[in-house]
T-cell receptor, first 113, second 113 residues
Framework: DTEVTQTPKHLVMGMTNKKSLKCEQH?????MYWYKQKAKKPPELMFVYSYEKLSINESVPSRFSPECPNSSLLNLHLHALQPEDSALYLC????????????FGQGTRLTVV | QQQVKQSPQSLIVQKGGISIINCAYENTAFDYFPWYQQFPGKGPALLIAIRPDVSEKKEGRFTISFNKSAKQFSLHIMDSQPGDSATYFC????????????FGAGTILRVKS
């Protein structure tokens, strides 16, 4: 089973709202990732968690706040977003960060109004 | 140095034909090269991957060719089918930077029946 599950599938939020994206995997992977994908563009890395600790933050604005409550779960807390933050947010996981296969979820389509 | 250049931007192939997508990189520290397939509204799915100590890898109809000296790698899809119509991304990562995937710009493949 190589499934990474993301919820919700779609989200519309106002610029003053607070919302969270959730990601779950049960493959025993110890590395989890958040990527952002704009329309007709490739995914771009936002955050990397390794063994539940944040190891990479790609200079992402503080209105995006990641959290890794345990080895199976990854959240992305959203606050005071801008319309240009509208995108497909992808979660991925891999066995660890040392060049192993990364499996992506289906993504959350976020629209900021 | 972090870029991966992918070509062509789009490709139309007849059913049963061979689809070829090329990628080039500059950073010789990259040591893992996967290919992802993405359908509209879905997350990227890992197709096949290669490491630089191997010049070719085949899985079913999909083959990666890797030329370390030229810093190029390519995806060949044999006997292309309409169901292969999707966007294909090459990517590269390096061991000491947390399995961060650097993606090419993507190739939109359409297989005509």
């Amino acid at each position: 089973d190589t499934e990474v599950t993301q919820t919700p599938k779609h989200l519309v939020m106002g610029m003053t709202n607070k919302k969270s994206l959730k990601c779950e995997q049960h493959m025993g992977h110890r590395a989890m990732y958040w990527y952002k994908q704009k329309a007709k563009k490739p995914p771009e890395l936002m955050f990397v968690y390794s063994y539940e600790k944040l190891s990479i933050n790609e200079s992402v604005p503080s209105r995006f706040s990641p959290e890794c409550p345990n080895s199976s779960l990854l959240n992305l807390h959203l606050h005071a977003l801008q319309p240009e933050d509208s995108a497909l947010y992808l979660c991925a996981s891999s066995q660890e960060t040392l060049n192993t296969e990364a499996f992506f979820g289906q993504g959350t389509r976020l629209t900021v109004v | 140095q972090q870029q991966v250049k992918q070509s062509p931007q789009s490709l139309i192939v007849q059913k049963g034909g061979i689809s070829i997508i090329n990628c080039a990189y500059e950073n010789t520290a990259f040591d893992y090269f996967p290919w992802y397939q993405q359908f509209p509204g879905k997350g990227p799915a890992l197709l096949i991957a290669i490491r630089p100590d191997v010049s070719e890898k085949k899985e079913g109809r999909f083959t990666i060719s890797f030329n370390k000296s030229a810093k190029q790698f390519s995806l060949h899809i044999m006997d292309s089918q309409p169901g292969d119509s999707a966007t294909y991304f090459c990517a590269a990562s390096r061991r000491e930077y947390g399995n961060k995937l650097v993606f090419g710009a993507g190739t939109i493949l359409r297989v005509k029946s």
